[in-house]
């Protein structure tokens, strides 16, 4: 019917069109619609009062399609969205309402500002898919277990050099420690282990994968074999002295906590850091000081116990001797060794010692010491001379001799020339018959 007016209610209202006008008719008492309709009394007389004066509309809430008292005002919206496409454009929904509380003052709930993103198009919804592995739960107490891992990224996106991030993170509290370093290796290992443990402590196992620079990929020796041993890599070396056990990951699953850390550190960290303008390592290390007691703050958890297994640093215990790279190398008769092809002569031996070889210390702030038995032996620096030129020279002539061709009146031509011409004789008498 033309003109016919249209009402549209919900659910909950729908049952209050069955109850409500058999309360106004005075077939049910107010009480008994009070509790089928889960309500008050007195809301009941009001809902009464308001459909005796407006008819069945009067059921209908009187908020509908009015805004909310708690709504955010639409020119603080439009500011917050602005701000995100100009500064936070790739910044996550949970990321960027800290960054606008932080930087620009403006507080706004996560999901408030994500349906707002999805609105403009500026976030798409997206689960990961995750395949099944089994879950290995958390080590009990503080320092039992530390998780090793390097990642390769370009942290600082093209305004300088890629670096690698050398992190620590324990298993049963999830605190980080972290460094930026040119390439992952030896040097760098032993380099940021030696700053975890001067400010945690020496924890009792190490967790990590089989890089060549935690595990050796050397075949063993004779004496590893007969000492029922793997070959070991410098790290695992010096970890052995320090009294550090060390667990290798067959998967990176396996150590998928540092992993998760990496994801983070990605997202998170990256985006500190290009706010901030950051372009060289050495700025990079000095702002992960500020950094990383704000991560720590935010996603470590209690362990079960709180036993410390970290282990003081004492002076007993020289650091510096211990990560180190450490080879052996044979003494030549002449009291010299070759180290990184370089040739270094051996001044001084104390008496009483006839040593045939000495153990190389290259430690990692630059210095090298050269050790017998625990005695320190001082040596320098040697220049091998080259042969001169002329005398290579000479030597070449003598061995690049010329092809010797024999002339056309030697012997073994002639000789050549009369078997040549008695085979031609032999092949016509053969072929006459």
Known sequence: MQGEERVTVSRKEL????IIPKTVRKEMKQREAAES???????????VKRVRNEGVTGIIHKLRDCP???SIPDNIKDRVISLY????NDFGPTFATEKLLERDKIQVSRETLRNWLIGKGLWDRHRKSRGHHQNRPRKECYGQMVILDGSHHDW?????PWLVIMAYIDDATSRLYARFYDYEGTVPAMDSFKRYIKTYGIPQSIYTDKHTTYK??????IEDELANRAPQSQFERALEELGVTFIHANSPEAKGRVERVFQTLQDRLVKEMRLRSIKTKEEANKYLDHYLPVHNNKFTVEPKKTFDFHRRVTDSIDINNILCIREKRIIRKDWTIRYNNRFYQIMKVPSGLRPKYVWVEEQINGGMFMMYKGFHLSFKEIEVRLPKKSAVNKEKKVL???KYIPPKDHP?????????????RYNQRTNRK
Do not use: M
């Open 15 to 18: 049952k209050r069109f069955d």
């Open 37 to 47: 309709l889960h309500l008050s009394v007195r809301q009941i007389k009001r809902i």
């Open 68 to 70: 909310s008292n708690r």
């Open 85 to 88: 496409k100009k500064k936070y």
């Open 156 to 160: 600082l996106e093209g305004r300088g």
């Open 216 to 221: 050796s990929p050397k075949k063993p020796t």
């Open 400 to 402: 690049l001799k010329k």
């Open 412 to 424: 073994w031509r002639k000789l050549n020339r009369v078997v040549i011409a008695e085979n031609i």
